[in-house]
């Protein structure tokens, strides 16, 4: 079981370009987290996911940011337009499900910098 | 105050002390987790102790619930240099994701 694999680690960005995380949970697992990590801070819950559904997306800005999880393949994270305050560590989680345990696994995150 | 708070934010301590760090919540809760966070990398799941749960014990870890006061500690005991990381608390209220707070980041001098 290769854990939560996050896509890229790494990203630079110019401001107004879009940017693109991939999220791919633990085998087994249904249900996925988006988090954002500013320096120093905790983590800000910002979308959680089903195959196929959005169950919260109270954390996400209503503006620029969309969340999805497919039937197939990962879960991809996008924000458009990208503005320096967008700069941030996005990590992705992943649980069994209800009934199934919520202890999350994270992936390492993906380190956006918009320039 | 949001749900799940750490404190003290920061801690330093010589290796071989005890680290106590504490977490207070404000709704109530399933369940609730610490979490540790190495600079740079992901969080890795430490414990997680249920609401009918006092205290847990993993390894050199510690951890009690106090539902009434709405707060939880973590104790690490002995602690090593490798202990040196970010640990964060994070909340299971059933009804959405889970909450983390700001963090405690601990630093083991060795």
């Known amino acids: 079981n290769a854990g939560v694999m996050q896509n890229p680690r790494h990203l630079v960005r110019r401001r107004g370009q879009e940017a693109r995380l991939r999220c791919s949970p633990m085998k087994g697992h249904s249900h996925v987290y988006w988090y954002r990590q500013l320096p120093e801070e905790g983590l800000k819950f910002m979308v959680y996911?089903?195959?196929?559904?959005?169950?919260?997306e109270s954390g996400m800005p209503k503006e620029r940011f969309s969340a999805e999880f497919p039937k197939e393949g990962p879960s991809i994270l996008r924000i458009q337009q990208v503005v320096r305050g967008d700069s941030a560590a996005y990590f992705c989680a992943s649980s069994p499900g209800e009934g199934k345990g919520t202890e999350a696994f994270f992936g390492q995150g993906t380190r956006l910098t918009v320039v | 105050s949001q749900q799940g708070e750490e404190d003290p934010q920061a801690l330093s301590i010589q290796e071989g002390e005890n680290a106590t760090m504490n977490c207070s919540y404000k709704t109530s809760i399933n369940n609730l987790q610490w979490y540790r966070q190495n600079s740079g990398r992901g969080l890795v799941h430490l414990i997680l102790i249920r609401s009918n749960e006092r205290e847990k014990h993993s390894g050199r870890l510690r951890v009690t619930l106090d539902t009434s006061k709405k707060s939880s500690s973590l104790l690490i005991t002995a602690s090593r240099a490798a202990d040196t990381a970010s640990y964060f608390c994070a909340t299971d209220t059933g009804r959405r994701a889970l909450t983390f707070g700001s963090g405690t980041r601990l630093q083991v001098q060795p």
């Open positions: 996911l089903q195959k196929e559904n959005i169950i919260d």
